[in-house]
């Protein structure tokens, strides 16, 4: 018999007055996976993640979680579920490590804390009030929280937010771990190296609805001829440069400086790429080609544009 989905949700629908922030969106999270829920600022995916959490009701639709209800069936769901908050859920004057043990105590098989806290290195800050924690620090608190109770389903907020190089690998590897451990973990994150490195699956969200569901390399193979990536000065024409290309190629600045060129890659497209840049003076440096990225994948989905 198929295990049930550890997050099933079907046509839901949030609204704040006239606003849809949720828009009949429809999604599944498989037990005993990673789950990167990703979208730009207003997509609608932390109010259908706070939905989940049971934070928020929702106007229409059906959410279920382990099978549950989460705004009903709350009290059942709470030991059973963990959740990463960006802020608060911390009281400032409270000492680290005393906080983590005071978590820990309200479940019956609780991690390890002193093994936790070593784990993210969180040892030397173990006897700081949390106001007086670097925000790092704070991050890493949060998550040990998150996952002490030993959760079978855990829901991380940008988890890696903040973090130098090494507690962000510290982190992938305790994510990581926690699958192994057949914990579900939903996540939502802005780094997409971060979501290409740990989820199983990716669901896209925009304008309150899923609008692309698969694992990174289902998303970053669909439709791709290939890219070729260089660095320049910030502000070239692009349209310019995509018209001297080969037909159906597209060229984008995905970050000021940062072009990526879509389409067949071939040594003609290079050819005819170096022939433009160099009537023009322009040096491509750092020239590299190969497959798009989800970083690719989502600002086509999305856009590039800013959003508030």
């Known amino acids: 018999m198929p295990t049930p989905p550890a997050v099933e949700v079907v046509d839901l629908v949030k609204r704040y007055g006239l606003t849809a922030a949720v828009d009949g969106l429809t999604l599944q999270v498989a037990a005993g ?174 304008h309150g609805r899923v609008i692309a569901v698969g694992t990174p390399g289902e998303l970053t193979a669909a439709g791709a001829g290939g890219s070729l990536r260089f660095d320049g000065p910030p502000g070239l024409d692009v349209a310019g440069l995509a018209a001297a290309l080969p037909a159906a190629s597209r060229v984008d600045e995905v970050a000021p400086g940062r072009y990526v060129v879509h389409g067949d890659v071939d040594t003609h497209l290079l050819a005819d790429l170096t022939r433009w840049c160099a009537d023009r003076e322009v040096m491509p440096e750092g020239l590299t080609v190969g497959r798009r990225s989800l970083e690719d994948v989502f600002l086509d989905l999305t856009g590039s544009d800013l959003r508030a």
């Open 33 to 206: 996976t990673i789950t990167a829920v990703l979208g730009p600022n207003g997509a609608g995916k932390t109010t259908t993640v706070e939905t989940c959490e049971g934070y928020r009701r929702p106007d229409s639709g059906t959410v279920r979680v382990l099978g549950m209800d989460p705004w009903t069936d709350a009290r059942a769901l709470r030991p059973r579920v963990g959740v990463m908050l960006q802020q608060g859920g911390v009281y400032p004057g409270v000492k680290a490590e005393e906080m983590l043990r005071h978590v820990a105590s309200l479940h019956a098989h609780p991690l390890d804390v002193p093994a936790l806290v070593e784990r993210l290195g969180l040892g030397a800050a173990g006897r700081t009030t949390y106001r007086r924690l670097s925000g790092g620090q704070q991050q890493r608190l949060s998550l040990a929280m998150a996952v002490v109770g030993r959760p079978e389903l855990v829901f991380l907020d940008e988890p890696t937010a903040g973090l130098d190089p090494q507690a962000r690998r510290a982190t992938w590897e305790l994510v990581e771990a926690l699958r192994h451990d057949g914990v579900t973990v939903v996540l939502t994150t802005h780094f997409m190296d971060e979501a290409e490195r740990l989820a199983d699956e990716v669901v896209v969200v925009d």
